[in-house]
């Protein structure tokens, strides 16, 4: 029995197909570019010849006509009949269908030069007619020759074009891989770096958490220890912060990545993040429908922006905030407010990009990478948050995300409702 080596597959590399979409696109925005200007040069090109085959042909015709006195020696391609009173003369071999008697009538009997094309036999002659005294002049010029050369230069314009067009999205594609490739490897470093610093930060701070806990058991079974309880309590809040940033971060280092999806409840959602900041100074508000508000998304994620949104509120209000989720037929909604200052209107166009401050204040109003954050969730969620001032002072924040059809909630968040 013949044993075959076990194959291991090597895992996608997202950033090797980060860096061949990014050089393929800018090869392919090279080569349009590039077919764009050989077609207007090219455009340009046959209407130059086109131009100077017209003239070429006027200047012949003309010069035919005014030599006309012997019609069997014209130029080469060219046939002249004249026509008096007493008859008509015309150049040996004229091709049938020649001349043109409309024209020979129209000029005999107004006297005005008429130029036009026409066709005999299927060739088409560009045809001059003139009337000198009683005899009138007809030079037609075969233009066989003139469309046989604009055939052969669109050919090789064409052929031209296209090898250009080849040899550009190729230049391009290559000079976009060497131009990208540092842009990735940072980008690959630095989700190393996230990777590697979540995973040796995340041991040591479940590790963290679990002490603080015991220590806290132990010292709720006496009485004695009201202020090491206090310090206990502040440390596993200090870990549970730590954790956040945590999390924050690796979500900030993979914007990318798929999330995992479920049904959740904003409004208890809305419930928890409250609850969880329930012993900070600013009181917090909940409004919510008396149903669940289903949404369609990961809700640990969305957990984040419910609580990114309500730390931002909190730091800067006064005395209070309000947390209002509500539902449409499509989209729900959760608003958060502050009577706080606000934000200033120089900064709310920028207001979720990351460590966006408000200058001009004696105590600028920051807000680090948390509401970008919440953008990028909301975004990979498809939904929006936005940011405005209340009439009244104070900011508004809104998440809106898409409305869930299906009522089975998770059994990380379970539905909660009011009576």
């Known amino acids: ?108 009997a107004t006297g005005q030069d008429n130029t036009a094309d026409y066709r005999a036999g299927g060739v088409e002659y560009r045809v001059h007619t003139v009337r000198r005294g009683q005899q009138t002049i007809q030079a037609a010029l075969d233009l066989s020759p003139a469309h046989a050369e604009r055939v052969r230069l669109a050919s090789a314009l064409l052929l031209s074009g296209g090898l250009g067009l080849v040899l550009a999205a190729a230049a391009g594609a290559w000079l976009g891989r060497r131009a990208v490739r540092p842009m990735a490897q940072a980008l690959a470093l630095q989700r190393r770096f996230v990777a590697d610093a979540g995973h040796e930060l995340r041991t040591p701070l479940t590790l963290l958490s679990t002490r603080v806990q015991l220590l806290d058991r132990h010292l709720r079974r006496g009485t004695a220890h009201a202020e090491l309880r206090d310090e206990a309590a502040g440390v596993a809040g200090d870990a549970r912060h730590l954790a956040a940033i945590l999390d924050d971060l690796l979500l900030a280092a993979e ?135 209340q009439p009244g002072g104070g900011a508004r924040l809104r998440l809106t995300l898409p409305r869930a059809a299906s009522q089975e909630f998770s059994k990380e968040q379970p539905p909660s409702s009011r009576g």
């Open 1 to 108: 029995m013949i044993t075959r080596p076990l194959e291991v597959s090597a895992p996608a590399d997202p950033d090797g197909r980060l860096l061949r979409r990014a050089s393929w696109r800018l090869g392919l925005q090279a080569g349009v570019i590039v077919a764009l200007i050989v077609a207007v040069l090219s455009a340009l090109a046959v209407l130059v010849v086109v131009q100077g085959q017209h003239r070429g042909a006027a200047s012949l015709l003309a010069q035919a006509v005014a030599r006309a006195d012997d019609v069997t020696d014209p130029p080469a391609g060219v046939w002249l009949v004249a026509r008096t009173p007493q008859g008509r003369a015309a150049t040996p071999g004229l091709p049938p269908g020649l001349p043109d008697e409309a024209a020979f009538a129209n000029t005999a």
């Open 255 to 389: 914007p990318g990545s798929p999330l995992p999806s479920s049904t959740v409840d904003l409004a208890e959602l809305a419930e928890r993040a409250a609850a969880a900041s329930a012993n900070d100074a600013i009181p917090v508000e909940v409004r919510r429908p008396g149903a669940p508000v289903p949404v369609r998304g990961s809700a640990v994620a969305l957990r984040r922006a419910v609580t990114a949104l309500l730390d931002n509120a909190s730091s800067h209000a006064r005395t209070g905030v309000t947390i209002s989720v509500s539902s449409a037929a499509r989209h729900a909604a959760l608003e958060v407010t502050d009577d706080g200052p606000g934000i200033d209107a120089e900064l709310l166009p920028g207001v979720f990009e990351r460590f966006a401050t408000a200058r001009g204040r004696q105590q600028p109003r920051g807000y680090g990478i948390g509401l970008a954050l919440v953008s990028e969730i909301a975004a990979r969620h498809g939904g929006t948050v936005s940011a405005s001032n």
